[in-house]
C-alpha cells in the first residue's frame, strides 16, 4: 500500500465521505444500513455490518495497514471460500458485482483492500451475558466448539491453495523478533528465540500441520443460541501452521470459566474436563493422534508468544507510542520465567486480578 500510515479514525473519515458509496455499487449495497463495529483494540481493519430489512444482514471490510499483501488477503478469501463450499462452519465471502472475492481501492495515494462477507447466524457469547443455551449443559458447548474446529482442520488437510498464505515462520523468525521487540526486553527476545528453537524441531507434516484460524475465540465466531451451532469469522491472521496451535488456543479460551477461582487444584481439574469435552468434538471430526497431546504446553506458549508479538505490533502502529499493560506485563513474565499455562495454575496468577502484573518500563 502506499502513502504514509493512518490510522484508524482517519479511515473511518476517508470512508464515510469516499470509499462507503463506491463499495455499495460495487457490491449492491444500495438501501443497506451500513454501521460501523466497534473498534477492535489490536484490530488492523475498519469493520461494517450491513443490514436491509428482507434481506441477510452482510459484514463489510476494509483493511488499510500495510501488513498484508493483495496475495495475502486473497489467500485467506480462498480459504473461507473453500471451507464453505466443502462444509465447513464459517461465514462465506460475497463476490463483488465483477465477480471479485477482493477489490482494491486507491484514494489519495492509500490502497484499501475492501471484502464482503455473510453475517454469521447468532451472537457472540459474550453478548449472552456468557450465558449457553437454556437448559442445555455447558458441555454441548465446549463439544461443539471442538467439533466445529475439528471440520476445519479435516478440510484443511485436503487444500490445495491458489494463493498460498504465510507460513508460521515466514512471520515468527529471529530477524522479525529482533526488529520488533526493544532492545531493553532482552531476556524477552533471548526466550522468544529460544520458544523459536524448539518450534523449528516440531513435526510438519500433513497430518500436524496445514492451513489454521489462528486466532480461534469466542470473539470470532457467533453461536446460534436456538441450536448450538458455531459459525466461524475472521480469518484474517490465518497462516499454515500446527493443527495444535488452535487446539491451544481453545484451551487458553476456556479459562474465562474458572478463573476466579482461587483454589488452583479446582482450575486444574476444571480445565482437564473442559478440554477433554473439546477434544472428544474435534475427534469426532478428525484425527488426532495421542502423542500430539505432548506438544500442547508448547504450543500454549506459542499461542502467548503470538499475543505479545501482536500487542507490539499495535504499539509499532499507534502514533501514541509505546504503553506495556498490566495485562502484556503479565504475559512477558511468564515467557521470561518459563511458567506453563499461562500462569495458570501457577502463584503468579490472582483471582482477584486475572492475568495482570505490574506495569513495566519498554
Not at 455499487?25 to 450491513?50: A, F, Q, S, W
Not at 461465514?91 to 484514494?107: A, D, Q
Not at 499454515?240 to 476456556?254: K, Q, V
Request: hydrophobic fraction near 35%; charged fraction near 25%; proline fraction near 3%.
Amino acid at each position: 500500500m502506499g502513502g504514509d500510515i493512518i490510522n484508524y479514525n482517519e479511515v473511518v473519515k476517508i470512508s464515510d465521505a469516499n470509499l462507503l458509496p463506491f463499495v455499495s455499487e460495487l457490491y449492491g449495497l444500495e438501501g443497506y444500513e451500513i454501521k460501523p463495529v466497534k473498534e477492535h483494540k489490536r484490530g488492523r481493519n475498519v469493520v461494517y455490518t450491513c443490514v436491509k430489512e428482507g434481506t441477510d444482514a452482510k459484514i463489510l471490510r476494509i483493511a488499510f495497514l500495510n501488513d498484508r499483501s493483495r496475495e495475502d488477503i486473497l489467500g485467506e478469501l480462498e480459504y473461507v471460500r473453500y471451507l464453505f463450499e466443502h462444509g465447513g462452519s464459517v461465514s462465506n465471502v460475497v463476490s463483488s458485482r465483477k465477480g471479485n472475492l477482493l477489490e482494491e481501492i486507491t484514494h489519495n495515494n492509500h490502497t484499501f483492500f475492501v471484502c464482503l462477507f455473510e453475517k454469521a447466524r447468532g451472537k457472540m457469547i459474550v453478548d449472552n451475558h456468557y450465558r449457553y443455551r437454556e437448559g442445555v449443559p455447558l458441555s454441548e458447548y465446549y463439544y461443539n466448539c471442538g467439533k466445529v474446529l475439528g471440520k476445519l482442520h479435516q478440510l484443511s488437510k485436503g487444500y490445495a491453495p491458489v494463493h498460498p498464505r504465510y507460513s508460521f515462520f515466514d512471520k515468527y523468525n529471529a530477524e522479525y523478533i529482533d526488529k520488533l521487540i526493544p532492545s531493553s526486553l532482552s531476556l524477552l527476545k533471548e526466550k522468544l528465540l529460544g520458544l523459536l528453537k524448539t518450534l523449528e524441531g516440531l513435526d510438519r507434516n500433513h497430518d500436524s500441520f496445514g492451513m489454521i484460524h489462528f486466532d480461534y475465540n469466542d470473539g470470532n465466531y457467533f453461536i446460534d443460541f436456538d441450536t448450538g451451532q458455531i459459525t466461524v469469522y475472521d480469518f484474517d491472521n490465518s497462516c499454515f501452521g500446527w493443527y495444535m496451535f488452535d487446539l491451544a488456543s481453545i484451551w487458553g479460551n476456556g479459562m474465562g470459566w474458572i478463573q476466579s477461582e482461587p483454589d488452583a487444584g479446582k482450575r486444574k481439574k476444571f480445565m482437564e474436563d473442559y478440554f477433554e469435552r473439546v477434544l472428544a468434538g474435534y475427534r469426532s471430526e478428525t484425527r488426532l493422534d495421542h502423542s500430539m497431546l505432548n506438544i500442547l504446553p508448547l504450543l500454549i506458549q506459542a499461542n502467548l508468544m503470538e499475543g505479545i508479538i501482536d500487542a507490539f505490533e499495535v504499539m509499532r502502529n499507534n502514533s501514541e507510542g509505546p504503553e506495556c499493560d498490566q495485562e502484556l506485563s503479565y504475559y512477558i513474565k511468564c515467557l521470561e520465567d518459563d511458567i506453563p499455562y499461562f500462569g495458570f495454575f501457577h502463584d503468579i496468577y490472582s483471582c482477584e486480578e486475572p492475568f495482570e502484573y505490574e506495569e513495566r518500563n519498554i
